[in-house]
């Protein structure tokens, strides 16, 4: 058997209505607020993520760039030394 207390109804004064109306009111914009917010915040993380992605790709290329400019100078180094030269440019008259 339930104890009488659970048994037993309770009704609000019209002034507890009200004011239970107006809490629940009050906690359902609160969480529309806080909804819109989320929404934003996430909007804003999703472009800094793409900018971010773009910057990144920007760097990667530009290295790739790099190093293969190092290499193309690195190649000709190799090559000026393996034909044996290496000193100046100029051309000497032959007598």
Do not use: F
């Not at 004064?13 to 009111?25: D, G, N, S, V």
């Not at 996430?42 to 993520?49: A, I, N």
Request: aromatic share 2%.
């Amino acid at each position: 058997m339930k104890p009488q207390v659970e048994k037993r109804a309770v009704i609000m004064e019209p002034e507890e209505k009200r004011a239970i109306e107006l809490l629940q009111q009050i906690r359902t914009v609160n969480k529309d607020k806080v909804a819109r917010q989320k929404a934003k915040r996430r909007e804003r993380h999703g472009q800094y993520r793409k900018k971010k992605a773009e910057v990144e790709e920007l760097k990667a290329q530009k290295k790739g760039e790099e190093k293969k400019e190092a290499m193309r100078l690195l190649g000709q180094k190799q090559k000026r030394a393996e034909m044996g030269g290496g000193g100046s440019r100029k051309k000497r008259k032959t007598q």
